[in-house]
């Protein structure tokens, strides 16, 4: 779709800062928003690292490198998407903080402009229903990290356009990515299938099953997985797994997706994952780099 000369990203953090990342590589223009401004210099100085990075292993040359840097901008004033030809939402997992961004967006971007989603679970039709254009509404889930999967889960809501749908495929392909398509139900594919897996984990370490460390190692040997379920959730977040295990538990009303206990506590204890240095593991004494190893 080469029509898409600029993209505006919403929500600096993990996946937001690699979707800027990967645009910027691709040669558009981004602008990455955030509401906070500490998230968008941390989003700032991971980018230029990863970058950094690629030209040192000479996966990327220099000028690509420079290139990529000039195109990047970021904001914590949302009128500045105003000339955004598409805008990829990627905050916080609720759907009421998500709606109320949507209602805004709808307010302050063209009227051509394609609003995404990055959502893991959250109905697209739900967040579609909070515009005046539910047509040009659509899910495009990344996986993470955004710069290094190939793949791009795209989702139509009850009223997404074709035209919305092949130009997110066009935008999707232009990014190298690979597309799948799902229909608008709590989870869509990919995580409607992981994030029971990863639950289950939880539930085998809170029945005393196993250690972490044999959950993680059962699964990385037994069945070829290049991360154990545990790992997996410390590197998505926990708060992220808990609140699409909440939107499937929902939606789906079926009891064995009830989040496990275990899971719920360590939210509440702030114990996010690598993120925050603390999840399943502990994070705290590693080398900064390592924390931020897998983003290329
Ligand atoms: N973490 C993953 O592995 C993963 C994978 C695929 C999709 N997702 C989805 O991507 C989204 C973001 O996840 P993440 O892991 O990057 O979260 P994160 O917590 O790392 O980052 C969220 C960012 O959004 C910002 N934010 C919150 N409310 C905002 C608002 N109203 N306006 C602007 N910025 C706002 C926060 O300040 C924060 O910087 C979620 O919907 C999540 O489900 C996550």
Do not use: W
């Amino acid at each position: 779709m080469s029509s898409v000369k600029m993209i505006a990203v919403i929500g600096g953090g993990q996946m937001g800062s690699g979707i800027a990342q990967l645009t910027a590589m691709h040669g558009i223009d981004v602008c990455l928003l955030d509401v906070d401004s500490q998230a968008l210099s941390t989003a700032s100085s991971s980018i230029s690292s990863s970058i950094n990075r690629l030209v040192s292993k000479a996966h990327l040359s220099q000028a690509t490198a420079s290139e990529a840097l000039k195109r990047l901008c970021f904001t914590t004033n949302l009128n500045d998407l105003s000339h955004a030809d598409f805008i990829i939402e990627a905050i916080v997992e609720s759907e009421e903080v998500k709606k109320a961004l949507f209602l805004q967006l709808d307010k302050i971007a063209k009227s051509s402009a394609i609003l995404a989603s990055n959502t893991s679970s959250i109905s697209i039709t739900r967040l579609a229903s909070s515009t005046t254009r539910p047509k040009q509404v659509i899910g495009m889930h990344f996986m993470n990290p955004p710069p290094v999967m190939k793949l791009i889960e795209i989702v139509r809501g009850a009223d997404t356009s074709e035209d919305t749908f092949a130009a997110t495929k066009a935008l999707s392909q232009r990014l190298g990515k690979t597309v799948i398509t799902s229909q608008d139900y709590s989870g869509f594919i990919v995580n409607r299938i992981l994030m029971p897996m990863i639950n289950e984990a939880f539930y085998t370490l809170y029945t005393n099953v196993a250690t972490k460390e044999d959950i993680d190692t059962g699964m990385k040997l037994g069945t070829n997985h290049p991360m154990g379920p545990l790992e997996l959730a410390d590197f998505i977040g926990l708060d992220v797994c808990l609140s699409i295990m909440k939107v499937l538990h929902a939606g789906l009303g079926d009891n064995k997706y009830a989040p496990c206990p275990l899971l719920v506590q360590y939210v509440d204890a702030g114990r996010l994952g690598r993120k925050r240095g603390i999840g399943v593991y502990d994070y705290s004494k590693e080398p900064k780099s390592s924390k931020s190893s897998s983003r290329l």
